[in-house]
């Protein structure tokens, strides 16, 4: 089964209930083949947009374009889009082959055909033995490929899924997602993949739209989101982060930062003079009882709590009036500090990341 | 190791046992015994065949069935599309369609089939005006139709609160997947709405055959006797009750009846469709095209005026000096209900005193199984839920049976009467029958109340019945009074056991009056006037106990509806 790619546009969509505005001049460009991620918090706007694509609300402005044409007045039915609800909506009245068949026999297949493809989008997903039965005798994660199987059967342009793995348990969320990339990888479909766990999106995804109050706040790479983040919503929101206030100002080397806490510092990248953050990734710092390398930057601080995740063990600690997350790789017989306890904290300058204020 | 019987609620358990088993399990058992039993107390089949050896029982049969049949035709086509408006789309008449669910318990089909008759029958308004203006009648109330068409306007509610309940369980994402995939309109309605709501559809259907194949009154006062109902009734009063006929009939009724209930739950077997899932939203609602607008508010005035038809026609009767070979009366006066009010206010008295009991003591036996069933381990206590929601597919005739031959000869203590002709034996009748309506609205109630509400309650120190008085019963009360409003509507006007349950003039029911007066042309409108001044009892009583329910907790009226479709 190869699918055609297709790429799919959203151009300025705005889209409100009432007087609640959910999208606001909402673009992106979603390149054939590619597995394209919504990522947002609840109430971003993520699930609305991807409904839009399926065709089950209204945008107020803007257009959505499939393959080039605007789809914007083509009911859902019409749309040959496939969608994998959150709650897999599989029906309970039909047996797993009569779910998948459906949209096949909506498009008045012949009889020869549909059973063919059912087999074959069974056989895709893995539950060819489970054809009769009824979705409720299944588990979730097979009901999920019941679901996917469905969606696949008909062929459609774009593969749109709502949450795919937020109704899984931990080890088995794991698991299908990298089920899910290599099925995409092997149709080609262009796919659309609406998540509020950063994990899952950096994880799996080829391009990662981060919407926050019905506005796209960036559209990258996983590892573009996280290097370079836009703005502080996008620093904070993909992994965890440090923000230090400060001022730049420039200088012959380049910028350079200056706080109470840290002194000055010359950034590692350009910056407009101001007011800025400054942002440091927990795992770039470092603790140390006493300051052992004078190519860093370093601060005193107080340990205030510790938590103990196997691989790094993370420290809350004080230094001044600032916060600051800490995470120190951890292997048998590294020290660790005690809450309570005085340490220097150290700052790699060239892993410094700057917010405009 | 605690006992397995904790005395306090195996004696209440029990004394509930003995109270189903002498006025339900035994007079029931005793029609079945009869009917099968020759004159030595052996088996026999011979009453069966003299039953279907005379033709106008097999002729009664007959027509039960096609009556009953017909009429839950009729109901769905009603009721379906009226259902499927409310549910999917914006529209103004979703009020008024939940208000359409009440009307056939304030108004039983007996009371408004002689004003149907007067509006829709051979001489009527309706062929009035149409022979006026197109030469042509339609026999719409003439022999069976007549029937047919009276019950399917009361009854087809029973298929639109059930299967608006089951609309609203649907999730929209199983409608929204199946656009998805391409299906759309009425395949999209036939392939996975309808399906998805059968368990409503199914339930609300086999309530309104039941319904139908037992309804003693409304055939009574249309006069069409060639049913299995009147015939059982028939039999035992002018015969007598020695007469075996009237208890194969009986015998037949409850068959059919209980078959019916096992159908749809066979039929429904592994179907009850959990569609309600994470992140549900029912169904989404659209907007109606003008087009579709002008075809949903026509099918609904329509319904409408059919539905209003039985209540407008009694009201004009009432008030109608004269009404007859006219389209509407002549003149109007207050004469009726001066003579009602003047002759009959025993009859009023009776009925709030009979139903006022039988509804109190329901929602007791009702919250009393609840508990037991939903917060004990008393063994063998769903065997009461079971009998008590039994009590459903037994016709009120047949219970009424049960009881005279029963209790035949019983005296009273301390009083000089026969149990059979005491108007308590009345108030039992009326408790037995509706006990399924309270029931389900006293479990409903307590299953949407977290056990974890009493445990807190007992682990700040309060003992079981304190924990019961303090919380269990505060937080059911909406759930009790919804139960005890449905109990007293319905059995306000309970015709077919108290046809045959009340002996003594002074100790009849409204009910009963009212069918008395619509058995003559002089009393029409006199029992016009009396049912009137039912449905104004009976909403009165409604609206003051929705208003204690609404201040008191959310349960709301179409609470009370849903429970009777149970």
Known sequence: MELNKVRVEIRNVSLAYGKTQVLRDVSANIEPGEFFALLGPSGSGKS??????AGFNQSQSGEVLIDGEDVSRVPPWKRNIGMVFQNYALWPHMTVAGNVAFGLEERRLPREDIRRKVAAALDLVGLSEYAARRPGQLSGGQQQRVAVARTIAIEPKVLLLDEPLSNLDAKLRVHMRVELLALQRKLGITTVFVTHDQEEALSI?????????????QIGTPMELYDRPANRFIANFVGTINFLPGTVSASA?????????????????PAAPGRVEIALRPHSLRLAAARDNPARIWIDATVAEREFLGEFIRYKVRAGDQDLIVDEPHFPGTDVFQPGAMVSVAIQPDQIGVIPA | MPTRFPPAPTAVALLIAAFLLAFLVIPVATVVYVAFADGAGGFTLSHFQSFFGISLMRESFWNSLYVAGMSVVFATLIAVPLAYFTVRFQFRGAILIQTLGILPLIMPPFVGAVAMQLIFGRSGSVNLLLNDWFGVTVPIMDGLNGVIFVEAIHYFPFILMNMIVSLNNIDSSMEESAQNLGAFGLRLFRRIVFPLAMPGFVAGAALVFIKVFDDLGTPLVLHQTNLLAPQAFLRITSIGIEDPIGYVASVIMVAFSLFALWASAWFMRGKEYATMQRGYSGLARRRLTPGQSVLAYGWIVLVLLLVLAPHIGILLLSFGKVWS?????DSFTLEHFISVVKDSPRMIWNTILYCGIAAALDVVIGTAIAYLILRTRVPGVRVLDFTATAALAIPGVVLAIGYLRTFRGWELPFADELFTSSWILIVI??????????????????QQMHVSLEEAGENLGANKARTIRRIVVPLMIGGIMAGFVTSFMTAAVELSATIMLVTAQQDAPMSYGIYLFMQSAAGRGPGA????????????????????????SQVSQAHVVQNIGV
């Open chain 2, 529 to 552: 006037a009396l049912g009137v001044l039912a449905v104004v009892i009976v909403a009165i009583g409604t609206y003051v106990s929705h208003r204690i329910i609404t201040s008191r």
């Open chain 2, 325 to 329: 070979f006219s389209v509407l009366p």
């Open chain 1, 205 to 217: 995804s080829d391009r990662v739209a981060v919407l926050d109050g019905g506005i796209v706040q």
């Open chain 2, 429 to 446: 009748a009326y408790t037995v029958r509706r006990l399924p309506y309270a029931l389900r609205s006293c479990t409903a109630a307590l």
């Open chain 1, 253 to 269: 080397g380049g910028a350079v930062f200056d706080s109470p806490l840290t002194g000055k510092i010359a950034l590692p990248v």
């Open chain 1, 48 to 53: 609305t947009l991807l409904r839009l694509i």
